[in-house]
């Protein structure tokens, strides 16, 4: 089946039962928690009394398992994790499932004395994934990224990947969402401008219906905006529309689903077209948008860390996420979408780019990302979208010009 | 005398015979060299004419055969090779004398005889020039027999001229022998031979001057 | 003897070899120096426009300075092949505004820095960083606190380049060599063809000819070409004198044989006795003199092949003068002259002929003396030095030779105008080219009252010149 551009988003159709299950990440969290607790203090301890003996063990034990670092959730991405098992069963693995933060936290937290939340404190990941890509572009930049060699590396797209350390084997379309009831009264929008005219016409009957990512306090949501900002020069217009229609920011594309299928919203944007689409062939109500005039597109990156304790594993890992195998489980079994060129499935860039068209903006990793981070920028951005937010008119012009609002790049 | 002729040419050889057999020789001819090396084997020969091209070899290497074998037996070589190198070599190798073809007879003939003489003298250990003589032992020189009584210098130039034998003998050797080596007069020599000319005047013998060259002791012809 | 010593494209392809070698060293440094160098440079201009576009967002509010770092420096830092990114915006007491970088800045760096710039390398856990730093102050209403933009990078961007750059220029260069080479080699088929076609041309030359090469040469080759043009015309005029002597020989030759036939012939008519004795007289007289005349022509022919090739020793001049004197002088044929040996001089004199052959040419003279003149006359022999020459004189008392035949007596077959006398008339010519191959002049000169003087004048071997002339130098003073 095709999806043509303009029309609505139908979810496809060959998704695997597994993926199905609906579970919020706060349950599995807890739940990883408390099984993983008490072997992780076992773990201490054996370390501790070895000595420096867990420098040597680069072999993963079930004692001691390769850990990945995720932010991705568990239910999406197991039928990956299975074909891995699979494929190494000597390896045994813990997939961490934890927000972009946590993840972050998680990749400097052995450096800073156990500070950091987690179990895993004391001890850096194996992998870490996460589609919080500036922060992730930061941490390699300061050199905590191992550097990869191998046939699958030369064969990954050099655009997906930075300096062979970090790697970007996703590509998840950000998009729109509705309830179908809200066709019964007005036009959908399938573009950014349908959206700003809708919020500005329907202000009254949208107001407090209409949900997107916050970015100020989710690493997902800043980034998306920001690289609105750089593409479309009236983003701070429609942020200042969803300002007046009294607009709820969600950190996470879950809860934006279920705030949709459960009625408090109408109108979702700026949505992980990834969950979206899984969600929506469960909840007919929901109706998935790629937006047609242009569409952001998310990356998860993953990368092996520098003070992995099995890198050896964790290369492992990180190629069967990039080789054909991994990403034709990617394709055909978890909407993440295959990076890989010449993979078939329903999930691919190549197929996206067929039925969406050209109109795909991937973030792509590279060192622009790194402005995201820089505090000074962000601190500027935030308030001036807060700002925008709140109905004052535009504060600085340079922000919104050293963000793209006024010169898009 | 027994005189041994190696020459292939018959013309040659034959008038080598009949010009030596008449001075009172036995003239033996062989045409190559394995002939006369068998027999000078024998011994008993005075004197060797050798032919340097011979068919079955060189003549040099029969002389040097002679020669390293002790045999002291006279040589002279004739060449038809008119080369001055050959000579050199031939004298080298332990030749008497030399002569080169064409030659006159009468050439050959004077070799012949003063070198048969000289070997006759080195053989009885006297010097001899017709009727004059020099006995090297006593150091008395005589003509016709007679004892003659001559001074030391004038002894000496009899024995000097006698040693060369119908050779010049060089007017160097003579000085030397005469006044040894120092610084002489010019014409001194010429004044002990003056006197020696007319001692021997009546006895057939003549001494000739070779201007800068030397003098030599000569039977008067006829 | 012809060695083969080495092959000419052996040679020229050696020098190439070497040639090439150290040029390609020197170019091969100089492209690696030179490489790094554009490389750097093209690497800390996009540093400094990274510097200046951050330095661009700088905005002073109220005097104080604020950052917004964009994007776009960030990517210019990081360059094409992706090199680890660091930035600093700082105020002038060192703090930052805006920063991400993993290393303090040493103060002196800080504080050195102006409006002019600044360029470092700095060693730090991440790898070496270059470092480029800008010192920023905006004119203002109110006092503006100026800012320090530091951007730095890795050096992969660096390496790469100049990788690049020096494997084009190593590629280039093996081409280039690839290129000479395979040109060295067409040009030096092409070079050398002139050499084969002369070649082929002298192993298709009949043994006999000795006509000129007619073949077209470089400019190179015309010399060569030239003397195998020479030495044909030498051996072409060496065969034609050949001819010409041997023409001459056998005619000089079938005269007196002619003479001899005829004289016998007669003399084997007659039953009278007294006619043998005279036919046979004349058959002596008239063999030896065509055995003479035999001997002469072959010393003629050896001296016109004198090997001139090898040194010659020096040798004693007075001493071999004196040799060849007595050994004439106890010839049967001076037995009616009176040949002696006039003034020799005290000292050696050296010089460097062919012993046989200067014997030869006196022996000549001397034979000529003997034969030209009437019994008991006088034939004297004198040497003496004068200058750099030694002068060899043959004298005699006879009756000389007629002044218009002087200048022709060293042409073969002249007898000096005295045909009445016995002799081939080869002697002198013989004495001639002895001469000339010694390097000796001769002179004819008739005697007053009579008489004629033969000189012949011998250069003194060079060594001894310099020795004889110091001597006569000391004696003179």
């Known amino acids: 089946m095709t999806l043509q551009s303009g029309q609505r988003f139908r979810p496809f159709r060959c998704l695997s039962a597994r993926c199905s299950v609906p579970a919020t990440r706060r349950r599995l969290l807890g739940r990883v928690v408390s099984q993983w607790l008490p072997l992780s203090l076992l773990m201490l301890l054996v370390v501790l009394l070895g000595g420096c003996h867990s420098e040597d063990t680069s072999v993963p034990t079930d004692d001691d398992p390769l850990v990945i670092s995720a932010a991705l959730d568990l239910d999406v991405v197991a039928p990956l994790l299975d074909a891995f098992r699979q494929a190494y069963p000597q390896i045994p693995l813990r997939f961490e499932d934890r927000t972009t933060r946590e993840v972050d936290d998680s990749v400097v937290g052995h450096l800073e004395g156990g500070q950091a939340t987690g179990e895993g404190a004391s001890r850096a990941p194996d992998v870490v994934i996460s589609s919080a890509m500036p922060w992730q572009m930061a941490r390699v930049n300061e050199g905590l990224a191992r550097r990869l060699g191998g046939p699958e590396i030369e064969r990954w797209p050099e655009w997906a990947r930075w300096r062979d350390e970090v790697f970007a084997f996703t590509f998840e379309p950000v998009v729109m969402a509705y309830r179908l009831d809200l066709s019964r009264h007005m036009l959908p929008p399938q573009t950014h401008g349908d959206l700003h005219a809708l919020l500005a016409t329907q202000a009254r009957w949208l107001s407090g219906k209409v949900t997107t990512y916050s970015p100020l306090s989710s690493g997902v949501g800043y980034t998306l905006a920001q690289q609105d900002a750089r593409y479309s020069s009236r983003f701070w217009e429609l942020v200042g529309a969803m300002g007046r229609a009294d607009t709820r920011l969600e950190t996470t594309t879950r809860a934006m689903l279920e705030g949709l299928s459960q009625g408090r919203y109408w109108l979702g944007y700026n949505l992980l077209g990834s969950y979206a689409m899984v969600y929506a062939q469960e909840h007919p109500e929901v109706i998935v948008q790629v937006p047609r005039d242009y569409s952001l597109v998310l990356m998860r990156m993953a990368f092996v860390h520098r003070d992995a304790p099995h890198v050896e594993a964790a290369e492992t890992f990180v190629k069967f996420l990039l080789s054909q195998r991994g990403q034709r489980v990617l394709a055909g079994q978890t909407p993440l979408f295959s990076v890989l060129p010449g993979v078939t499935g329903p999930y691919t860039a190549a197929r996206l780019r067929t039925q969406v068209g050209e109109r795909l903006y991937p973030i792509l990793p590279n060192a622009t990302l790194l402005a995201f981070v820089d505090p000074a920028r962000r601190e500027a951005f935030t308030d001036h979208w807060r700002a925008r937010f709140q109905g004052e008119p535009a504060l600085d012009e340079a922000v919104e010009r050293s963000s793209g609002a006024l010169a898009p790049e | 005398m027994r005189l041994l002729v190696v020459e292939d040419d018959a013309l040659i050889s034959r008038s080598l015979v009949e010009a030596l057999t008449p001075l009172g020789n036995t003239v033996e001819v062989f045409a190559c060299c394995s002939d006369a090396r068998a027999a000078l084997r024998q011994g008993g020969v005075d004197l060797m004419l050798l032919d340097i091209g011979l068919p079955d070899g060189d003549g040099l290497s029969l002389l040097a055969e002679l020669r390293n074998a002790g045999d002291r037996t006279p040589v002279i070589i004739l060449t038809a090779r008119d080369a001055l190198d050959d000579r050199v070599r031939g004298l080298d190798l332990g030749a008497d004398d030399y002569l080169a073809k064409p030659f006159e007879l009468a050439e050959l003939e004077a070799r012949v005889r003063a070198l048969l003489r000289r070997s006759q003298q080195r053989a009885d250990n006297r010097l001899g020039l017709g009727p004059l003589s020099f006995d090297p032992a006593s150091g008395a020189a005589s003509l016709f027999g007679e004892p003659m009584a001559l001074p030391h210098r004038e002894l000496l130039l009899v024995e000097s001229l006698l040693l060369h034998a119908g050779a010049i003998a060089p007017r160097e050797t003579l000085e030397g022998r005469l006044f040894g080596f120092g610084e002489v007069g010019s014409n001194a020599l010429e004044v002990y031979v003056s006197r020696l000319r007319k001692r021997l005047k009546g006895a057939g013998l003549r001494i000739r001057t070779f201007r800068g060259l030397g003098y030599r002791l000569e039977e008067d012809e006829g | ?477």
């Open chain 3, 1 to 477: 003897m012809i060695e083969v010593e080495g092959s000419l494209k052996r040679r020229l392809g050696g020098w190439l070899v070497v040639t090439v070698g150290v040029l390609g060293l020197a170019l091969m440094v100089e492209a690696w120096v030179s490489s790094q160098r554009a490389a750097a440079r093209a690497f800390d201009a996009q540093l400094q426009a990274a510097a200046l576009t951050i330095a661009e967002a700088v905005r002073w509010q109220d005097g104080v300075p604020q950052v917004v770092v964009p994007a776009a420096a960030l990517q210019i830092l990081a360059t094409d092949s992706q090199a680890r990114v660091f930035y600093a915006v700082l105020d002038d007491d060192g703090r930052a505004l805006s920063r991400n970088w993993p290393v303090d800045i040493p103060a002196a760096w800080q504080q050195a820095l102006d409006e002019g710039g600044m360029s470092r390398d700095l060693t730090t856990a991440l790898g070496e960083l270059r470092l480029h730093a800008q010192r920023v102050a905006s004119a203002g209403w109110v006092t503006q606190l100026p800012v320090q933009v530091w951007v730095g990078h890795t050096l992969e961007g660096r390496r790469a380049l100049a990788r690049s750059l020096f494997e084009r220029s190593l590629s280039r260069f093996v081409a280039m060599v690839l290129l000479t080479g395979v040109l060295m080699g067409l040009t030096m088929r092409a070079a050398l063809s002139p050499l084969r076609r002369l070649r082929r041309q002298i192993r298709e030359r009949s043994a006999d000819d000795f006509s000129p090469l007619a073949a077209r040469v470089p400019k190179e080759l015309l010399e060569l070409a030239q003397a195998l043009n020479h030495l044909f015309a030498r051996q072409r005029q060496g065969r034609e004198d050949l001819l010409r002597f041997t023409a001459d020989a056998s005619h000089q030759l079938k005269t007196p044989l002619a003479g001899l036939k005829t004289v016998s012939e007669l003399g084997l008519r007659s039953s009278d006795p007294d006619e043998w004795r005279q036919a046979l007289t004349r058959v002596h007289a008239r063999a030896e003199d065509t055995s003479r005349l035999a001997g002469q022509l072959l010393s003629l022919a050896r001296l016109r092949h004198l090997d001139q090739e090898t040194a010659l020793p020096a040798l004693d001049l007075g001493a071999l003068v004196r040799e060849v004197a007595l050994d004439w002088a106890a010839r049967e044929r001076a037995a009616e002259h009176d040949l002696g040996l006039g003034s020799l001089p005290a000292e050696p004199l050296k010089v460097r002929v062919e012993a046989w052959a200067l014997r030869e040419a006196l022996g000549n003279l001397i034979d000529n003396a003997l034969r030209y003149t009437p019994r008991g006359c006088q034939v004297t022999l004198h040497l003496a030095r004068e200058g750099d020459w030694a002068r060899l004189s043959i004298v005699d008392d006879g009756p000389g030779v007629a002044d218009a035949a002087l200048a022709t007596l060293g042409q073969p077959f002249q007898r000096g105008g005295r045909q009445d006398t016995e002799g081939s008339g080869l002697g002198l010519a013989i004495v001639d080219t002895t001469a000339r191959r010694m390097g000796a002049r001769v002179q004819f000169a008739n005697r007053s009252p009579q008489g004629l003087e033969v000189v012949l004048w011998l250069p003194l071997a060079k060594d001894e010149q310099g020795v004889t002339g110091a001597l006569d130098a000391a004696a003179n003073q």
